[in-house]
């Protein structure tokens, strides 16, 4: 089993930080959740003077064995086709991420096709894609280690050159069924609460991945106490890497930007592995996806925006970003009543 040490930040300078922030010329409370974020910021850093460095997303991207099974109205080959349009700058994730001026890495953790050595993609393919999980586990215990090894590796990595801002996305067709399975097994919730209609699917086709998800848990019996085994049973590469970059990332004291849905079943596979890693996640937004919100509710977060967003990718993460900065921004630029010889509340 992989071993992580993540420590929770120290919280020697809460009352410090708390200070600074009360004393910036404006009423007590009045930037609200911009205070609470940058008091978690300079905790994380342990620092009263913050500082955001090279914020970088990374995308991985694999395919599912589930999804030639009918649970998306997109074929398999979108996968590989998005991943290239990642590459020629064109995707969402792409756009926000360069207005927000994030850095991108495309991680290719096990998509369903030979990309034959592509400039500018990040090779750590552990198969062609998982097996399909209705018939048998998706993935091999080792494959499933291996995926999060190297997902650690290179959030490590990143944090080694300079990073300290760790954003997450994703790509894979038919990733919503996998992070619903997760969600289900490891929440305890019934799976109409848990899957949505990921890519677009109608009344009908809802049902039916309903159905077919509820048929695969029951096959395969998880429990709840060993997410490890149900992330590689039900889970997918990019997933599995995903949930070890998170890891990864917080063990090196990173502030880690989670998305949507997808990104956030990872995070709740490595909350089970290690809960300190709470202490490290800001989560951008509420995703359009059915069982986002109650995802988020079960990790007692509060995401920054609410858009209705559901494209995956990182966008949400790369959209929130500018109110990360804001929080360090003010928290070490605004005047404080003394320095602006401004009166403060009487008492």
Do not use: W
Request: aromatic letters at 4%; hydrophobic letters at 45%.
């Amino acid at each position: 089993m992989l071993q992580f040490n993540i420590q929770s930040p120290d919280r020697s300078l809460t009352q410090a930080l708390a200070t600074k922030i009360d004393g910036k010329t404006k009423p007590v409370g009045a930037l609200g959740r911009l205070e609470s974020l940058a008091l978690k910021i300079g905790s994380i850093q342990g620092t009263l003077s913050p500082a955001l460095c090279n914020p970088t997303v990374l995308v991985f991207a694999g395919d599912h064995g589930i999804a030639c099974s009918g649970v998306s109205p997109y074929p398999q080959s979108v996968t590989q086709q998005m991943v290239l349009n990642f590459l020629n700058g064109g995707a969402g994730i792409n756009v926000f991420a360069r207005q927000s001026g994030m850095k991108i890495h495309i991680v290719d953790a096990g998509v369903n096709h030979d990309f034959g050595g592509l400039e500018g993609l990040v090779d750590a393919k552990v198969a062609m894609g998982t097996r399909n999980f209705l018939i048998e586990p998706a993935m091999t215990i080792a494959e499933c280690e291996t995926a999060m090894t190297q997902g650690a590796a290179l959030a490590q990595q990143e944090v080694s050159a300079g990073c300290n801002v760790l954003a997450f996305g994703e790509m894979g067709i038919a990733n919503t069924s996998s992070a619903a399975a997760l969600m289900s097994v490891l929440c305890g919730l019934p799976m109409g609460r848990c899957a949505g209609r990921g890519t677009g699917l109608d009344d009908a086709g809802l049902q039916k991945k309903i159905d077919l998800l509820e048929q695969a848990l029951r096959l395969h019996r998880l429990q709840p106490d060993d997410p490890f085994k149900v992330l590689a049973t039900v889970g997918g590469f990019e997933i599995a890497m995903m949930a070890g970059a998170m890891l990864g990332g917080a063990e090196q004291k990173a502030l880690l930007l989670i998305d949507g849905f997808i990104s956030t079943a990872a995070l709740l596979v490595a909350s089970r592995i290690q809960p300190q890693i709470l202490d490290y996640c800001v989560f951008s937004h509420s995703s359009g996806e059915a069982g986002h919100a109650l995802l988020l509710e079960q990790l007692k977060a509060e995401p920054l925006l609410d858009l209705g967003l559901r494209l995956g990718e990182g966008t949400g993460a790369a959209l929130a970003y500018p109110l990360v900065e804001a929080a360090v921004n003010f928290l070490n630029e605004m005047a404080s009543f003394e320095s602006a010889n401004v009166s403060g509340k009487q008492a």
